[in-house]
């Protein structure tokens, strides 16, 4: 099971004009304030014990490419939100939180060593604890227990966040149902993930449904459209925001599968069939049990899942998904949903400033190599 | 490491006269504003597949004692609030499934097989996943992440619920960076708990601290000024709800480790000795280092946090904390607390409904047997 992280998804260049607001300095600014959140937070901590939750937590936040912060803005601009960005700038801060949330308890999950090319929470916080001087036979069971708070924390500080950041009751008021949504959609998400693991299926539907809520909706329709709320946006533009991100984010997670399994190791930082082994119920998977002969079904029934399947297994593995055409399938799969996702920028009048980070961002998620 | 659960503590009996609020109604009302909340989200539900979420978060919740809420409206009456508890009652509800998220993720943490009686939240998705056709070698590892995955989401929707109860901005604004500030405190304290396990001290401060923490804030602190902090309290109430809830959190959480290692398992429903052998670094046992011999110290070097420890290795732990006076000494520190408590009761004004129950809560708290 897997969040979608957005490595790779690099923010968009500035082409910004000096009288458009620069979209591309959402990094610096949601930087700024992640850690002017964290140091009063670290400032009230209650002892010096506590110093491994920052550190991992700070370490964590500071990688990511805030992919949802960069929609949650972009969303802003296209609901006509003015050039004070200082409200949509805290919530997606907010996001991020949340997002290390998603990832820390996905990687304890998943059992996962490296997250963004460092060690993942679980593990550094086991670290920790060795070198000051817990049980190296009890390191493992507490850097998991450590992680599942930490995400916890991590939870609890994006409410925590949003109720801080002065965004004023009528915002908070406007966005508190979406950000409830979207925080049991994802969870709902995750778990119809964990539950199709290591169930070799046909169902297509099914498949796409877990990557609605896991990816489409959490990670590109809600920042998107809590961006667009916040600045008010008129029913309308909130519809398209929807159609516009809910084919980007199938796109998205469609190409992550992809490059899951045929991607380049040393571009994508997984090891070859990590997503075979662990029987991920993907779409390409699904496609290619409906079209495999019984022969190959019988080989896919035996591999997919199994942690001890050989590198010569997978090369078979990804052989069936290729001959069975589910490799091109879902190519075409994800061009026809980056085509729609476009053809609602070229219907809908989102200002400039918007649509050039949204047409960068529609790049960036479906032709990306890692 | 574990969150105060507060089976033995049942609902104060009513001894309310017809013309004061009956707060030992309270357990009803939670209980049937947590069952409409559940049955609007399970209506909402994207899949018949989440309905082990359901099943497993609707069987604990029903089996709680309700002694948060029974403090909150306490605080709500305390705090000079009317007849109508509707407000302290939703938030009430909203607590006990933030305790519930607590629970979850602790028996995780635990590895605990029991809670309230039932196979707890892990176990139970292990068995519902193999039930429902899932591969037995997965069923564990399966039960952990989907019970990750369940707190995350009883978190979420405490939260949720407190947004959709109509408690209003106002109160809305007045309890939010109360409730942040609890969520945060008991994650810290979870975590300092867990960090000190196994690692035997004869600081019997840090052990109070984490207690104070887990417990005497989160437990009876929070639930209690939350409820007079709805209803607009004076400040010297919400003062003496803390010099009431402190010195009384910290007898509860003292009286449950003393039962922990003393107590009869028939009664507390816990294996003799788990506490020792899991290395609960309890005031207890720090008291007992303290005072423990060159020899008994090695000895509870070795046995202590030690899970093949036999019971007569317990016994001969339990033998070191009577000798060496420790078990007394937390008698006495219990008492000394029951009897602050109580104290401020006397010098506070707070109505009798309110004074009432908080003097039955004192009783159950401190003497109970299980």
């Known amino acids: 099971m897997t969040v979608l992280d957005d490595k790779g998804a690099s923010p968009p260049m500035s082409h910004a004009p000096a009288d458009t607001p620069n979209l591309s300095a959402v990094r610096t600014d949601v930087d700024v304030l992640l850690t002017a959140f964290l140091d009063r937070k670290a400032h009230l901590a209650p002892g010096p014990e506590l110093a491994p939750l920052f550190t991992v937590l700070s370490r964590l936040l500071g990688r990511g490419k805030r992919l949802r912060p960069q929609l949650c803005l972009a969303g802003w601009h296209a609901g006509g939100g003015g050039g004070d960005q200082s409200t949509a700038l805290n919530v997606a801060a907010a996001l991020e939180l949340f997002q290390a949330f998603a990832l820390i308890h996905d990687d304890v999950m998943d059992g996962s060593d490296l997250r963004r090319g460092r060690p993942t929470a679980h593990r550094a916080l086991a670290a920790a604890y060795t070198n000051d001087g817990g049980r190296r036979s009890k390191a493992e069971a507490h850097g998991v227990s450590a992680a599942i708070l930490l995400g916890d924390l991590a939870l609890v500080w994006s409410d925590d966040l949003l109720h801080s950041a002065g965004l004023g009751d009528e915002a908070l008021k406007r966005i508190m149902p979406l950000v409830d949504t979207m925080r049991t959609e994802l969870v709902y998400g995750q778990y119809l993930d964990l539950r199709s693991a290591d169930r070799l299926s046909d169902d297509v539907e ?25 600045a008010g946006a008129a029913p309308h533009v909130l519809d398209a925001c929807s159609a516009f991100a809910l084919p980007l984010g199938e796109a998205f997670q469609l190409r992550d599968d992809l490059l899951g399994v045929f991607g380049d190791p040393a571009e994508t930082g997984k090891p070859v069939g990590d997503d075979i082994r662990e029987g991920k119920a993907t779409v390409l998977m699904a496609l290619a049990v409906q079209r495999a002969s019984a022969a190959e079904k019988q080989m896919l029934r035996t591999l997919v899942g199994s942690p001890a399947a050989t590198d010569d297994d997978i090369l078979r593995v990804k052989a069936v998904l290729q001959r069975t055409g589910a490799q091109q399938h879902v190519e075409r ?38």
């Open 333 to 370: 799969m994800i061009n026809a949903r980056r085509e729609t996702a476009l053809a609602v920028l070229d219907q809908t009048v989102f200002p400039t400033v918007a649509t050039r980070v949204l047409r960068e961002i529609v790049q960036i998620a479906t032709v990306r190599q890692a």
């Open 206 to 230: 099914a498949a796409l449904r877990v990557v609605r809520y896991k990816t489409a909706k959490y990670t590109v329709e809600w920042p998107l459209r809590l961006g667009a709320v916040l």
